[in-house]
C-alpha cells in the first residue's frame, strides 16, 4: 500500500473511532472544565449602562465587568463563566449549589443602582450550566429580579460582620473545608481543618466570622442587601461537594447569622 492510501486509511479510522466516541479531544477537554452561563434580563432595568457580574462555583469565584450596554441596544446578554471541575479541595458534582449576581452600576459614580441574585444547581458537570437572572419574582428571597437597596439612613459604622454557621454533626472528620461568603460584590474565605476545630469545641458546629469592609467599590453595604454563604469540601459529599445559603442583611450594627449547611 503506498504511503498517500495509508495515510488516507489511519485518517478514515480516526475519524470513526471519534464518531462513535471512543476517542476524543473534545471530551477529554471537557471533563476538564464547566460552565455556567448567566442570562441577564434587562428589560425590567432603566438606562443600564454597566454590570458587575459575579458567579461563585465549586468553591471557586470569577468577577466580570459588562459595559456600553446601551450600545449594545440588547434587553438582554448572556456572561459566561468557565471553571475547572476539580481543584485542590473539591470535585463539582450534580446538584452542587452555586449563585450568580449581578449588580446594576452608575458607570460615573461607580455605585450600585440595584441588583439581581439566583442560586443554581449544578445539572452539567463537564458541559454548560444556564441561569437566567431578571426575570424573577419579588415574592422569594432570592428573586432573580433587580432589587435596589435603601441607601438613606446615616451610621457611623464601618464594618459589616456576617458569621458563617456550619453543622458538621454528620461530618465530624472533615478535614479540609472552605468557606466563602459574598456580600455587595466583595468576597471572603476561609479554609480550614474542620475536624481540628471541632475536636477543639464543645459542640458540632463551626463558626466563621468574616469582617467586611462597609465601603465598598459599588457603594455602601445597607440593609437589605442579600449576602451568601457557601461550604465546600469533597467530604461533605453525598449530597453536596458544594452548598450555598442567602439571606438579606440585618440593620447596619448588628451580628449577621447565617447557617451554611
Do not use: W
Not at 459566561?80 to 479541595?89: A, G, V
Not at 474565605?189 to 467599590?217: C, H, P, Y
Amino acid at each position: 500500500m503506498q504511503f498517500h492510501s495509508k495515510v488516507l486509511v489511519s485518517s478514515v479510522v480516526f475519524a470513526l473511532l471519534i464518531s462513535f466516541g471512543l476517542l476524543s479531544y473534545n471530551n477529554t477537554f471537557a471533563a476538564e472544565t464547566f460552565e455556567i452561563e448567566a442570562n441577564i434580563d434587562l428589560s425590567e432595568i432603566q438606562d443600564s449602562e454597566k454590570l458587575k457580574v459575579i458567579a461563585f462555583a465549586n468553591g471557586e469565584f470569577d468577577v466580570k465587568f459588562v459595559d456600553k450596554i446601551q450600545e449594545m441596544k440588547s434587553k438582554s446578554i448572556s456572561v459566561p463563566f468557565t471553571f475547572e471541575r476539580t481543584n485542590d479541595l473539591v470535585t463539582v458534582g450534580v446538584n452542587d449549589e452555586y449563585f450568580v449576581c449581578a449588580y446594576d452600576i452608575k458607570p460615573k459614580a461607580g455605585t450600585m443602582k440595584s441588583y439581581a441574585c439566583v442560586e443554581g444547581n449544578i445539572k452539567n458537570s463537564d458541559g454548560k450550566n444556564t441561569i437566567n437572572i431578571g426575570s424573577g419574582t419579588k415574592n422569594t428571597l432570592s428573586t432573580g429580579s433587580f432589587q435596589p437597596v435603601d441607601e438613606a439612613g446615616k451610621s457611623k459604622v464601618k464594618d459589616v460582620i456576617i458569621n458563617i454557621l456550619v453543622p458538621l454533626s454528620d461530618r465530624k472528620n472533615v478535614e479540609n473545608i472552605k468557606v466563602t461568603a459574598m456580600n455587595k460584590g466583595e468576597l471572603r474565605t476561609k479554609q480550614v481543618n474542620a475536624a481540628d476545630l471541632l475536636n477543639n469545641s464543645n459542640g458540632d458546629t463551626i463558626k466563621f466570622s468574616f469582617n467586611f469592609d462597609r465601603k465598598t467599590e459599588i457603594g455602601q453595604i445597607q440593609k437589605g442587601d442579600l449576602y451568601f454563604a457557601c461550604v465546600s469540601a469533597d467530604e461533605l459529599n453525598p449530597p453536596e461537594g458544594t452548598e450555598c445559603e442567602h439571606k438579606l442583611t440585618k440593620p447596619i450594627g448588628r451580628a449577621n447569622n447565617l447557617y451554611a449547611r
